[in-house]
């Protein structure tokens, strides 16, 4: 371990990822550790010889006084007065991802952020290595904890790690293959700016060596911006024919076809089926290619590819009608690329819980920009708002002759899904929300599960 973990070591925040630094820890011999979290915390059994004070409550932040280091969990806002008293006091503040960076014994390490997409590229990432005979592990936001990727960590061994911003904003180290994915607004709630959020996502490439490998998209704006702060000598572009770059890049989107180095990927061919997911695919192959993999090897392996559950994940054919669950699309823009993919007349499940987002773009996208959207059905606190600015974008509903959208309101998602089979044989039902969960259902999960069993029961 460090030299820099200096001993009492505190943990803040005790969820999943305070418990996995609390188990890091006591591994590697600290014998005293503090325990903060606003929460009551439930301590795992304690060895013999180690000291836990635990401070919870609404003065948890206490427990400071006793600390020389502190490794915060991801959701603890860093910039707090109390924490930056603790640094000008001659205090250390780290994270799971600094330290994982820095002792890590993996031949590479792949770090990919995004506002969209990092667990399917994750995945993807690790499909491609897996197939390909690479020992690869994933961690951080997606999968394990990062810091217990180090117990069993193999010389010759791929860590694959998605960060989030939260995770990203302390950071001082960055990963040798980092892969950035669209980066436009989210977590404003927890961010004080637009601009800090990505600032912090620029830590990812921030840091990087001049033999890493940077990978980005080159149309998205924001992305391009901070892919340039990377030092990385070799920088991949992915491109689209259709936007502002006019194809040039280092990967090729053109419709459905992705093309790298002359080798070519048809989206028929592959068993996923949103077209925003050749995004991901082209920023995995890269990732990939950085290591050595060839494109031609990467592009036969994501034809086996099989996207994560309630990724735009197709459910079947029922009654003629195409059953799509796309239940983890919890932000407008997730819903605006998942529409751009119905070939077939579609109805549309929308809405959940609050969290402010500006529905704006995504109504004058559905309603002037998707000809093929024929009935809306919303649920949720969000339900009200989402139907206010579908009007504003020139929703008409159905009218008393039939014409315009039908968009109704209805108390559960069992009823919008009832609705939403009126579509009638040869159309598509999606349930794409462009928001999060809580309220009638406890997460994405739960939600994309109840999905998945109307569609069974039919």
């Not at 860093?78 to 991802?97: D, E, H, R, V």
């Not at 601009?195 to 080159?218: F, H, I, M, P, S």
């Not at 695919?281 to 994560?308: H, N, P, R, W």
Request: charge should be neutral; include cysteine.
């Amino acid at each position: 371990m460090q030299n820099s973990i200096v001993a009492p070591v505190g943990i803040l925040g005790f969820g999943v990822e305070g418990q996995s630094t609390f188990d890091y820890l006591v591994r590697n011999g600290v014998k005293d550790i503090v325990v903060m979290d606003k929460n009551p915390v439930k301590l795992p059994e304690v060895p013999a010889g180690v000291n836990v004070k635990v401070c919870s409550g609404e003065n948890y932040l206490d427990g400071l006084k006793d600390c020389v280091t502190v490794v915060r969990s991801a959701g603890v806002y860093p910039m707090s007065p109390a924490l930056f008293k603790f640094q000008m006091n001659g205090g250390l503040i780290t994270s799971q991802i600094q330290l994982f960076l820095e002792q890590t014994k993996s031949k590479k390490v792949v770090g990919v952020t995004g506002t969209l997409g990092k667990g399917s590229t994750v995945s993807m990432i690790s499909h491609i290595l897996t197939k390909c005979g690479v020992n690869n592990e994933i961690g951080g936001n997606f999968g394990v904890p990062a810091l217990d990727l180090l117990k069993d960590e193999t010389a010759d061994r791929v860590s694959i790690l998605e960060l989030s911003s939260f995770q990203l904003m302390t950071l001082s180290v960055s990963p040798d293959v980092a892969v950035v994915l669209r980066v436009s607004t989210e977590h404003l709630d927890w961010h004080q700016s637009v601009e800090e959020y990505r600032d912090a996502k620029a830590n990812l490439v921030r840091w990087q060596k001049r033999t890493g490998t940077c990978v980005y998209l080159k149309d998205a704006a924001p992305t391009a911006k901070i892919a340039s702060e990377s030092p990385a000598k070799t920088k991949y572009a992915v491109s689209l024919v259709d936007g502002p770059s006019a194809g040039d890049g280092d990967a090729v989107i053109d419709g459905a076809t992705l093309t790298i180095d002359g080798e070519k990927l048809y989206l028929s061919d592959c068993k996923v089926r949103g077209i925003y997911q050749l995004e991901n695919m082209a920023a995995a192959t890269l990732a990939c290619k950085a290591q050595g993999i060839k494109v031609a090897d990467a592009f036969e392996a994501l034809k086996s590819y099989e996207t994560l559950p309630f990724r735009m994940e197709f459910k079947g054919e029922k009654r003629g009608i195409e059953f799509f669950n796309d239940s983890y699309a919890t932000r407008p823009d997730a819903t605006i690329a998942a529409t751009a993919s119905m070939k077939r007349p579609f109805a549309l499940i929308l809405g959940g819980s609050e969290k402010n987002a500006d529905f704006t773009e995504l109504s004058q996208i559905l309603v002037n920009e998707r000809p093929n959207l024929k009935r809306i059905a919303l649920i949720g606190a969000t339900a009200e708002r989402m139907l206010e600015s579908l009007k504003q974008a020139g929703l008409e509903g159905a009218g008393a002759n039939g014409t315009g959208i039908p968009a109704s309101i209805f108390p559960t998602l069992e009823e919008a899904f009832a609705d939403s089979l009126q579509i009638g044989k040869g159309g598509t039902v999606i349930m794409s929300p462009a928001c999060a969960s809580f309220g009638l259902f406890k997460n994405y999960k739960v939600r994309g599960q109840v999905f998945d069993k109307l569609v069974a029961d039919l």
